[in-house]
């Protein structure tokens, strides 16, 4: 774990970060200069543990994945405890939702997930490789947040998928969100024929079938 930690934590630095905590296995960390910073660290600590992983190989220890969510509001930064112990800490919606979005990588098999609110502080969002995968409805909240998934950072192989997939997945949650199970369905299946593993792909054509299915068992009242 250490020698995981001591390879990303530079670069959340090197990119005007700073880490709050390491919890477990996790980093908590805040990038107060911009939403883009964040964005390029996480760009740079996949590309750190794809090298890591070539290390290990050789050392004949199995590769290692992370995921990262991303999400850009305001904080509060304090000292929270009792007179026996205290430490600080950062809370805050925007730190709730960036660790539901965080978990939502393990779900997708996405390395990186951010949300549209981070996306649009970006000052030039098509420099980088990304699709729309779900809208997430946060206790407490009216308006679902968009999630986005970030490719830069991966192989060139796994770019290379999401270029030829890119067109029918956008267009297989466009029709997913409006409600066009079957066309979804298909949309979805054509993605999975140039790139079976892909998760996301997989998740929504399974949710198209289940939809389509139970519109077909329902009967309209006279």
Partial sequence: LNSYLKRISPIIREHGGFIDKYIGDAVMALFPDSAESALRAAIEMQRAVREYNRHRLRQNF????IGIGVHTGSVIIGTIGEEERLEGTVISDAVNLAARIEQLTKIYDA?????????FEIADPTSYHFRVVDQVQVKGKLEPVTVIQIFDGQSEYILDLFEQT????DRGVHAFLKGEWALAGELFADVLKVSPNDRAAQIYRERSQNQSASTKGTIDPE
Avoid: E, N, V, Y
């Avoid at 390395?111 to 996306?119: H, Y």
């Avoid at 890119?166 to 997945?169: H, I, L, N, Q, V």
């Fill in 111 to 119: 390395p990186i997930l951010i949300s549209q609110k981070t996306l």
């Fill in 62 to 65: 199995d590769p290692i994945s």
């Fill in 166 to 169: 890119r067109s029918a997945f």
